[in-house]
């Protein structure tokens, strides 16, 4: 699985942004698809996940009624809609895919083994 991930850029406390995850090669219902991000000077964070094949999603607590991850089917593409951003929310996000993952580990970043380049979101005051 090759992902692409887009929608990064500059954007004013309070606003919105749409990241966007592009997949080709497999077909994505075995996997789990999951946003990270890395701040500077941090370490990378589980953001948010989806199981493709039945739409089971994933949010950590400091995104929980912000962002909303959604799927594209026909297009094999996973959405971040980022909303209320936050100071805080400035880092390069990532997308990544796992197949047959456990629940247990969709947080866990070494239990995925496709990862798309990374897309830097800032936000400012």
């Known amino acids: 699985v090759q992902l692409q991930a887009s929608g990064g850029g500059a954007v004013q406390a309070g606003g919105s942004r749409r990241l966007s995850c592009s997949a080709s090669?497999?077909?994505?219902?075995?996997?789990?698809v999951a946003w990270f991000r890395q701040a500077a000077g941090k370490e990378r964070e589980f953001v948010s996940a989806?199981?493709?094949?039945?739409?089971?999603?994933y949010y950590s607590d400091f995104v929980k009624g912000r962002f909303t991850i959604s799927r594209d089917n026909d297009k094999k593409t996973v959405y971040l809609q980022m909303n209320s951003l936050q100071l805080e929310d400035t880092a390069v996000y990532y997308c990544a895919a796992a197949s047959c993952l456990h629940h247990h580990h969709y947080r866990v970043e070494r239990y995925y083994s496709f990862w798309g380049q990374g897309t830097q979101v800032t936000v400012s005051s």
């Open positions: 090669g497999r077909q994505l219902i075995n996997y789990t």
């Open positions: 989806v199981k493709y094949g039945v739409g089971t999603t």
